[in-house]
Each structure stands twice: as structure tokens, then as C-alpha cells.
């Protein structure tokens, strides 16, 4: 190294020791510090705390920044500029010290587990710009709050306020562009937010109580881009002003009680990229100028009442990610001009009344993700197939209630990524389709309600990740398979975490009956593990292998011809908390062990040919005396004593433990025949 390199070296570690001599130097105004350390003091705990020593150096504390105060300078006293506590385990309440704080612009405490109220003398801090309390425990109202001439942003979220809002905050702020009240408990309507519209670019009040109509002045709050207004009780139309918001990036109105057409004044509002309006009552088409918003990722109108042709032309969004009209009363044929939404992922038309076929040029869309169509009056099951065979990320396939009476095709070659499938309640006609056996990720299978006829492939035990199978009421003949009990997921469970639509999280619906509302989930993990064989004409045993199906919840083997014994091996079904043998030809005595199986909740064996006694224990003693009628041989429990002096005792008390299954409304085999079950998959929250 030659000497200019070590004068360079040597003026540069003089450079950083200066430099961190002086930081070291700025000291913290006494009236900070003691305002500091009074906010620990009343905090019951915090991560933070440890580093907060008895330091006269706050500025150097973990989530402090300090600037030179102009007025004492020379003195290298430095006061508090920004406070940065986000997720540092606070707990307690916030003290009133932090208003002496006079210099503080930036105060996060974010994240953490504060309670109590926010201190109205934080209104005496007139340089603060950024106040961000969100997520904590916060509560109270905001009367008398806020005089923050300087403020930018304002976050409320997620805490427990409640009230009005009627705070100062947007008469006195005029710079005011994030105002996040989302996730609390505030009532009222926005009649209070006349004054915020100077310079707001987010207005978020989703997850509120407000009600009322959006009233006309927010409409010429030109800055918006993003208004979430979502899961309050809004109710009245949009106004066709709507179109002065031009900067709108995110329109998102779901969950409340909107009525009226979507006006048709997009063509100004170019910028917009989502518009998710869903679980409204609006109605009308699908407005024509919506074509402008060449931007749009998420167009989500599921569950309202919109109706008419679907005659815009999808083209004009290269952009669209998901796709969500389900639940409405849209008519006519599928938009081919929706191949060209190469990035779409997520695509739910469920519930509607399109009829016809699958365009040919579907299979362009190589992205999707996530398909539904069901409850339509489409036709062409095979041409629909061999379409949607192409896409080759499908992930989630639901044609439930579609090509009535058709042939299910046997020639498919496709679908390799393919979880969940459901083409349920069409009464198609044909075999269990041998085309599944090429589909290796399938998880989740409902072909329930149809005219299938033929056996049960024994092909059906390997595929490895299934672990929800509903092929009930159907016309499947012959013996159960061996193979059947080798299915890998219900032996040991391995079941992915795929949330079904996505980024939009569109629930699947499962109805079982149709008294209640269909279950809803959100992931495919949520299924409990099933088999659902239930009306169908199968004979033989119940194989005792069966019993290795230790994951499984749901055993449905009812109204079938199975004979033989009840296998001894179901009490080793250890999760079992369905289990339906009813309505079949079995002989001889329910298996005492079977009182082992404590998340046992829904249980029958009615209609069978079954004799002796009912075994004696917690679980059987609470079941009614339906689980077991059309049985002459059985005695004891719910049932006559097996001997005359038997007493009954236990049933009143251990009626009280039941847990009622979570997926029937109706407890299984009551009253057999009675019931018509209905089991299908549909979506949007009005599925019927
Ligand atoms: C404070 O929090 C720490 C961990 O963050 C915990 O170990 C400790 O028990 C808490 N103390 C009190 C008094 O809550
Ligand atoms: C203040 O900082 C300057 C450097 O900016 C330094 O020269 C001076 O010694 C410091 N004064 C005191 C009192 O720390
Ligand atoms: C506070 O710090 C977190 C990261 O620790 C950061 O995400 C957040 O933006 C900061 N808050 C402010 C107001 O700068
Ligand atoms: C708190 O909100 C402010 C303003 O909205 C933002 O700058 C900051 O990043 C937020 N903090 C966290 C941890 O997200
Ligand atoms: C809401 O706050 C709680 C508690 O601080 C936190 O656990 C949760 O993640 C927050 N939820 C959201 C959506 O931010
Ligand atoms: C708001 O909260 C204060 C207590 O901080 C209470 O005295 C007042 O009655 C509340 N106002 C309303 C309208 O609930
Ligand atoms: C804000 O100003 C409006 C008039 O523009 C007034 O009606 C309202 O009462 C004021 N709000 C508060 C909280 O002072
Ligand atoms: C409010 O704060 C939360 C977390 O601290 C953040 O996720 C959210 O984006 C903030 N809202 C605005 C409008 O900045
Ligand atoms: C929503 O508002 C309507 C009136 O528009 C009212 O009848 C209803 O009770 C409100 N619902 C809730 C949950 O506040
Ligand atoms: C739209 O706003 C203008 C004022 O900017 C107002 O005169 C008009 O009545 C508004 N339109 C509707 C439908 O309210
Ligand atoms: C379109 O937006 C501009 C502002 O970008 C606004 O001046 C104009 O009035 C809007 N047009 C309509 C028809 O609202
Ligand atoms: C399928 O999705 C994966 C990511 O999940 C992506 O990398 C891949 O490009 C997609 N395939 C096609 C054909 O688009």
C-alpha cells in the first residue's frame, strides 16, 4: 500500500470515530427523558424495556430517534422526533407523558398489547405527522381528540374504539392522506368525514359498524385511491359522481347492504385496479365503461343480484388476476373473450344462469388456478373437459349442477395438478372416471348425486393424497375394495395447506342437508377427512382393514347391502367422529371396543340385523335410541333392558357430553328415509 492509500484510510476512520463521537455526544433533553421514562414506568411489560437502561442518552434507546433542537444547539441537546415501538411486546396503558414529547413528529406503537385509552393530550403535540396505534387493545372513543395540524396519517386499526367519529382530526388537519379506522367497533355514519377530503389518498373504515348512505361530498374527494368501505351495514346507491374519483386504485364495498345498478361512469376511472363489491344487493348489468379500467386485477361482484349477458369484453383486462360474479343472476353464454386474460387465476361463475358450452378457447388459460361454474345450465361435460384438460394449472375444479343426465367421459389426459374436484349432483350417467388416476395431487373428490353405476376401482387406494371421497347416492355396485383402506392420507395424514381461490379466499360451500346452510371452508385443510359411500347398492363385508384408516372423521356406509359382521378394527378409527352403518344387512353384535372411540359424536346402526347387547360406556350411552332401532335383536342402553332388572342410569348425564358432528345438522339414520340428503358444492353465502 503506497502512503496516499494510508492517509485515505486514516482520514477515513477519523472521519467515522468523529462522527460517532458526536452522535455519541447528543445528549437527551432532561423533559424527554423523564417523559420516557414515565411512559415505561406505567407499561406492565415490553421487550423494549431492557435496552430503555437508566441511560441519560435516550436518543440511543432502542425505537427512539432524536434531532438537534435549533434552540439548543450549541449544548448538543437533542430532543424526540420519532417513537418506533411497533411489536415490541408492550403491554399496560400509554401514559400521558408522551404529550410532553413536543418535538415527537412519528409515534408507532403498532403491534403491540396496550389497552386503555388514547391520551387526548396527545393533541398538544402540534408537530406530529404519523400517529400509528393499530393492532393493539385499545378502546373508547374519540370525542375531543386530535387537533394535529401537521397530520398525515392517522391509524386506528384494528383495536376495540367504538363510538362516532367525531373527532377534530380532519378540521384541523389539512394534510391528512391515511386514515385507517378499519377493525374497530365505531357506529355512525360519514356525514363526520366531511372535513377529510383536502389531500386523502386511503380511507379505510372496513370492519365497523358505520351505516348510512356514502354521502355525496365524498365523492369529490379527487385524491382518493384507495376507499375500503367493506363488512359495515352502508346501505343507498352509488351516485354516478363516483366518476370524479379518477385516482381510484381500490374500490372495496363487500359485506354491506348496497343497492341499486353499479353506475356506469368507469370510463374515468382508469387507474382502477380492484373493485371487490361482493355480498351487496346490487343489481343491473355489468356496466359497460368497466371495459376502460384496463388496470383491473381483482373483479370480485360474487352474491348480488346483477344480471344481464356477460357481453363485455374481457380482452380489455390483460391485467385480471381473479374473476368473481358468482351468486348472481348473470344469463346467456361464457364470454369467449375471456381467454384472453392470460393472467387470470381465479375464476368463480357459479351460481348463475349461463348455459351452453365451454369455449374451445378456454384452454388458453394456462394460469388459472382456481375454476367453478357450478349451478349453471351448462352442457358438453366431455367438450368441458377436454377444454379444461389444457389448463394446466388448475388446482381446484367445481362443475357441480351442470350437464344434466350426461355421460361422464372416460378419455381425459390431463388435470396433473389438480386437488379438488367436484362435478356432483348432475346425475351423470357412467363409471367412477378412470381419468382420476392421472390426477396424483387429488385431495378432495365429490362426484355424490349422480347416476353412477359399476364398482369402486380398486385404483382409488392409490391415490395418495385423497382424503375426502363423496361418491354417495349414486347406483356403484360390487364389494368395497381392499385398496380402500391403503389410501395414504387417511392412514397417516399429509394434507396441503392450499387455500382454495387464492388470494381472495372464495369459500367452497359443502351442503350435506337441506335444512341448513352449507358448510363453508376457506382451505382445502379444513375437509375433515371422509368417505362418503352412502346410497349406493354395494354388498359384501366391511373389510376389518378398514381399521387402518386411523385419520379418518367420517365413515358413511349407509343404505347399502353390506353384510357380515361389524369389524372389531373400526374401534381403532380413532378419529372417527361420523360413523353411519345404517340401512345395510349386518349381522351379529356391535363390537363392545367401539365404546373406545371418544370423538364419536353422530353414530347409527339402525336397520340392520344386529343382536345382543349395546355396549356399555360414555360414547354409546348417548346415543338415541334411533342409532340402533329396526334392529329387533338389540336390548340395553337406549333401547329395553337385555334383563329384566337392568337398570338404566347414565343417559341424562352423559347426554350433556355429546359434541354434535360439525358436519351434519341432523344426526345420521333418524327416522331413515325421512331425511333427503343433499350434498353438493356451490358457492357464494345465499347457495340453496
Ligand atoms: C414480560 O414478557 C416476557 C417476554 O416478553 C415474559 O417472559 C415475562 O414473563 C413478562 N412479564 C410480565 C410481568 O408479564
Ligand atoms: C458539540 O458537537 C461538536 C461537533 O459537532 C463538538 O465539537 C462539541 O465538542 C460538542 N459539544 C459538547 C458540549 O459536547
Ligand atoms: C416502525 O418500524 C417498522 C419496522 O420495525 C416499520 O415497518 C414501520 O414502517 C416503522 N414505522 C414508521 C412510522 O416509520
Ligand atoms: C403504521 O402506519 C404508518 C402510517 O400509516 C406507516 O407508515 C407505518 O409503516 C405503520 N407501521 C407498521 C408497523 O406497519
Ligand atoms: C390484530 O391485532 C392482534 C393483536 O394485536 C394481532 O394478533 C392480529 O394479527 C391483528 N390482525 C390483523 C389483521 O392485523
Ligand atoms: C366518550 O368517552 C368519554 C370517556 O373518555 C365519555 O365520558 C363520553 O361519554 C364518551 N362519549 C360518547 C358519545 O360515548
Ligand atoms: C368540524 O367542522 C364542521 C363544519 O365544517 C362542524 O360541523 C363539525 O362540528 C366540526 N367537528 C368537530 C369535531 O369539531
Ligand atoms: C395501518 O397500520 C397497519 C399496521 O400497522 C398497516 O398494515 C396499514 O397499512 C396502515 N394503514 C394505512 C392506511 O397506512
Ligand atoms: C343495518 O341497517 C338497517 C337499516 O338500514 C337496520 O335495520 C339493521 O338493523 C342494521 N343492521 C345492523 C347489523 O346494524
Ligand atoms: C354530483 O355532484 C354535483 C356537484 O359536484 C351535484 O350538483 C350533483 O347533484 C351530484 N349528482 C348526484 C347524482 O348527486
Ligand atoms: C374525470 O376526472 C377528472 C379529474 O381527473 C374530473 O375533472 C372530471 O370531472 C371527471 N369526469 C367526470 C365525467 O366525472
Ligand atoms: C403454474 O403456476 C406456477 C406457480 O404456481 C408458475 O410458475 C407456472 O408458470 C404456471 N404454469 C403455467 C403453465 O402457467
Redesign the pocket.
Known sequence: MNSISWVVLLLFFLFCSSFSVETLSQTCHPLDLLALKEFAATLSNGSVLSSWSSDAVCCHWDGVVCENDAKNDAKNVSKVAMLNLSAKGLKGGISDSLSRLENLRSLDLS?N?LDGELPKSLSLLKKLQVINVS??HLSGNLSGFGDFPNLIAFNLS?NSFSGEFNSQICNSSGYLRFLDLS?NHFTGNLENFKNCGKSLQELHVDSNSFSGVIPEFMYSFSGLKRLSLSSNNFSGQLSTNLSKLSNLESLILFENRFVGPLPNVFKNLTRLERLVAHTNLFSGPLPSTIEACSKLRVLDLRNNSLSGGLITDFAKFPNLWTLDLGSNKFKGKLPSSLSSCHELRILNLAKNELYGQIPVSYSNLSNLSYLSFSNNGLTDLPRALSVLQNCKNLTTLILTKNFRDEHILVNVNGFERLMVLAIANSGLKGQIPSWLIGCPRLEVVDLSWNNLSGVIPSWIGKMERLFYLDVSNNSLTGQLPKSLTDLKSLVSLNISSLILGSTTGIPLFVKRNQIRRGLQYNQVASFPPSLYLSHNKLSGPILPEIGKLIQLHVLDLSKNNLSGAIPNTISEMGNLEVLDLSSNDLHGSIPGPLSKLTFLSTFSVANNHLEGAIPTGTQFSGFPASSFEGNPGLCGESLPPCWPKTTPIRRSSSHRKLGRSTIFGITLGFGAGIMIYKCFFCFGSKCS
Open positions: 403491534y398489547q393492532s393493539n384494528n377493525m
